[in-house]
């Protein structure tokens, strides 16, 4: 099967989709958007692959699955189209955003972080209508986790942000001697308040870029 995504992702996933678990996964997506409401939109599954292309990383941000309400989830994780109504967690990411740097974000399309080099990962793709999680165990995972491998091996010098505990649990993942890892309680108005306040994320992610020749990310650019 022909994978349509960024070339420099696909040369090093091109291992991935020869494997067995990805010919039952792609059957699986494939009947699951066949059958009902799946999001995101087919096209934009590998949406946070193609804007970020493997070299320009420099942030890594790690979701779950996508957002299953309708109209909200495209391809990044964390983001939702302008003009949708807003979601919860991205409500109090804007809100630390506001209190760590100052910035007042209103847009809630984050395509620009994403083109800046901020790698806004789910790790698994695609979900049913109405089912959080419904595509979980698919195989997704090991897709996701091999490209986390690919950038902790290959990169050096980026950060990794990693809210709440399935997030957290990529660490294995990642080499600490060669990135920053920056770790809190989810943005979720459940866990938010319990240390995801006040955990200066952004400004933490643009001092190291920035130690380390990198330029910062301009966390609202209009």
């Known amino acids: 099967m022909d994978v349509r995504i960024d070339a420099s992702w696909k040369a090093r996933l091109e291992g991935e989709f020869a494997q067995p678990y990805w010919e039952r996964l792609a059957a699986f997506v494939k009947q699951e958007y066949a059958a009902g409401p799946c999001f995101p ?19 890594v941000i790690l979701g779950q699955d996508p957002y299953h309400t309708p109209g909200a989830a495209m391809g990044l994780c964390f983001s939702i189209p302008d003009g949708t109504p807003p979601q919860p967690s991205l409500q109090n990411i804007f809100k630390e955003l506001h209190s760590d740097v100052g910035v007042a974000r209103t847009r809630t399309d984050l395509s620009d972080w994403a083109e800046q080099g901020v790698f806004l990962l ?21 897709l996701t986790d091999s490209a986390i491998r690919h950038l ?8 990794f942000i990693l809210w709440g ?51 910062p990310i ?3 650019k209009s």
């Not at 505990?165 to 943005?187: E, F, M, N, W």
Request: no cysteine.
């Open 41 to 59: 939109p087919g096209k934009t599954i590998f949406r946070a692959f193609d804007l970020t292309p493997f070299k320009q990383v420099k942030v």
């Open 122 to 142: 789910n790790s698994v793709l695609t979900v049913r209508a109405g089912v959080a999680g419904s595509h979980a165990g698919k195989g997704w995972e090991k």
């Open 152 to 159: 902790s091996a290959e990169r050096n010098n980026l950060v």
């Open 165 to 215: 505990g399935y997030a957290q649990a990529k660490r294995t993942l990642i080499d600490p001697g060669k990135h920053l890892v920056l770790a809190a309680p989810h943005p979720s108005p459940l866990s938010a308040s319990k240390g995801f306040f006040g955990s200066k994320p952004f400004s933490q992610a643009n001092a190291y870029l920035q130690a380390h020749g990198q330029a």
């Open 218 to 220: 301009i966390w609202d």
